[in-house]
């Protein structure tokens, strides 16, 4: 590592045996920090750095922005840092530095990707089963449930019949953290759900409270639910894999789609953070500007 500080040098080749004969790391994994760490220290010098103890929290910002400059991927950031994390704490451990200053220091968080939503096309077309079998009847009540109330899938699984009344159209629900919310469902939703109760009694075993039950008379798992829905998805010949996520999202984006109403999606959903809601609902720019033309007083005004 010619053309270096050898105060920083020096350190560098001491965690390298470190990583070697003491936590003999796999030579990929070694290779990479070097790559990863000769990298840091080459930038840290062009900066003015030449010893160790000169880095604090500030030098580490630098270092991510810089990467975030160059193009790295946060994934590719993220391992980096991780590396300089790993070093630190080694320098540490042998009291070169006081503190990690890379500890506070993290890669901008990766962007989820969406999942693309079903149309409103494509969800008639999943759900037009008219089977009188308990168990087609029982898997369209879920999904008519699902996407009618926008439901998490553990929510799903997890409705009780006391939780539901068909005479006010809604159910009550467990979300994340244990929050509990009540959920309106209507129309196509409330009418299968009325179809599922009056059958529910072939399958389900005497006392189980679960609204929905596998063919075993016990409620119904995470598992089988995506199972059937993928069967169904296929089954009824549409063209992207069913999943009870994509439901949830469809919901959520032709609910989005119809009202504008960020804060109540934002409720039905059970998020906590507007944001969330902002992420999981997208509208395509399209949509956006034909609002726009047709609801903003000033965008109106070129035809007098």
């Known amino acids: 590592m010619s053309g270096l500080p050898a105060s920083l040098e020096k350190s560098l080749n001491r965690f390298y045996e470190y990583i070697r004969s003491e936590r003999e790391l796999?030579?990929?994994?070694?290779?990479?920090?070097?790559r990863q760490l000769t990298t840091m220290t080459e930038q840290l010098v062009v900066l003015g750095v030449t010893e160790w103890q000169q880095v604090d929290a500030g030098w580490v910002r630098q270092l991510a922005s810089k990467g975030m400059?160059?193009?790295?991927?946060?994934?590719?950031?993220s391992m980096r840092l991780s590396a300089l994390r790993s070093f630190f704490d080694y320098l540490v451990q042998i009291k070169v530095l006081a503190a990690n200053p890379a500890k506070?220091?993290?890669?901008?968080?990766?962007?989820?990707?969406?999942p693309k939503n079903l149309d409103v096309d494509e969800m008639d077309q999943l759900l037009n089963v008219d089977e009188d079998d308990p168990l087609a009847i029982r898997d369209r009540a879920l999904m008519e449930l699902m996407y009618g109330a926008g439901l998490r899938l553990a929510e799903i699984v997890g409705v009780n019949v006391?939780?539901?009344?068909?005479?006010?159209?809604?159910?009550?629900v467990i979300g994340k953290g244990d929050k509990e919310r009540v959920v309106p469902f209507a129309g196509l939703a409330r009418e299968w759900v009325a179809k599922w109760l009056k059958v529910r009694g072939q399958?389900?075993?005497?006392?189980?409270?679960?609204l929905f039950v596998s063919k075993l008379g016990t409620r119904i798992s995470t598992r089988n639910v995506q199972k059937r829905m993928a069967e169904w998805g296929q089954k009824q010949s549409v063209s992207s894999h069913i999943s009870p996520h994509k439901l949830r999202h469809s919901f959520a984006t032709h609910m989005?789609?119809?009202?504008?109403?960020?804060?109540a999606v934002q409720e039905l959903l059970g998020h906590a953070n507007l944001s969330t809601t902002q992420i999981y609902t997208h509208l395509d720019f399209q949509h956006l500007a034909k609002v726009y033309d047709e609801s903003h007083p000033r965008a109106k005004r070129g035809n007098k």
Request: glycine fraction near 10%; aromatic fraction near 2%.
């Open 69 to 77: 400059r160059d193009g790295l991927k946060a994934s590719s950031l």
């Open 26 to 34: 796999s030579l990929h994994t070694q290779h990479n920090y070097k």
């Open 256 to 263: 989005l789609e119809s009202s504008g109403d960020l804060r």
């Open 162 to 172: 006391r939780d539901i009344s068909l005479s006010k159209g809604d159910l009550r």
């Open 203 to 210: 399958l389900a075993g005497e006392g189980e409270p679960a």
């Open 104 to 114: 506070g220091v993290s890669a901008p968080r990766k962007a989820r990707p969406l």
